[in-house]
């Protein structure tokens, strides 16, 4: 009962995570906002900190990236490379949090750290698999100057935001987690109907 318990939690970070993508993203990539890839990313890293908070176990975040992949290729248009990008930055902040906040009971200067080590983690992971791995014409036709950009440039900026919104998601993670123990069939139930919910809007679109 308590893996299906966790893993309806996961999905619902993916879930928070993935319809952000979709309503906000869409909006943001289709107005042209500069640096649209930065908020998206700190939304990311702030429920994917939430999400450690209340289960801080190695895979956690791998899996809350990958429902908010399929969230977004189910509720939104397919872009591949926008899914690799959520994947990658979800096992971006595996790694880094299962190195630097597994044994962690309290927010401390490695919560920042592991942000800022996700942010351009995940962000060069993107950019080198999708210029030379997959090599998608949007990324090649500029090739290395557009990878530095991305990593160097919009990770810098997310990294900058991850220091302080992965240690406050963490906090509220964990206080949310204590919470829920204590009335834990208001916390099953809140979680369902929130699932609902998040994926009626999704399939609105």
Not at 13 to 23: A, D
Not at 53 to 67: L, Y
Not at 123 to 138: G, H, K, P, Q, S
Request: glycine share 10%.
């Amino acid at each position: 009962m308590r893996y299906f318990k966790n893993g309806l939690l996961l999905l619902l970070f993916g879930s928070l995570w993935g319809v952000v993508e979709v309503f906000a993203g869409e909006a943001l990539f289709r107005d042209g906002l500069p640096y649209a890839e930065v908020w998206l990313a700190a939304w990311a890293l702030f429920v994917l900190a939430v999400g450690r908070g209340i289960i801080n176990k190695p895979g956690t975040s791998t899996i809350i990236g990958a429902f908010a992949s399929v969230y977004k290729a189910v509720c939104a248009a397919p872009f591949f490379c926008h899914i690799l990008a959520i994947f990658m930055l979800g096992f971006a902040f595996d790694i880094a949090s299962t190195l630097l906040m597994k044994q962690e009971r309290r927010v401390s200067f490695r919560h920042g750290l592991s942000g800022l080590a996700s942010a351009y983690a995940g962000f060069a992971m993107f950019a080198l698999t999708i210029t030379y791995l997959v090599r998608y014409e949007y990324w090649t036709e500029v090739g290395l100057a557009k990878v530095l950009h991305h990593i160097f440039v919009s990770g810098s900026f997310a990294a900058l935001i991850a220091v302080v919104a992965v240690p406050v998601g963490y906090w509220i993670g964990q206080s949310g987690g204590v919470a829920a123990e204590r009335r834990p069939r208001w916390a099953y139930a809140g979680t369902l109907v929130a699932l609902i919910i998040l994926w009626a809007l999704g399939n609105i679109v």
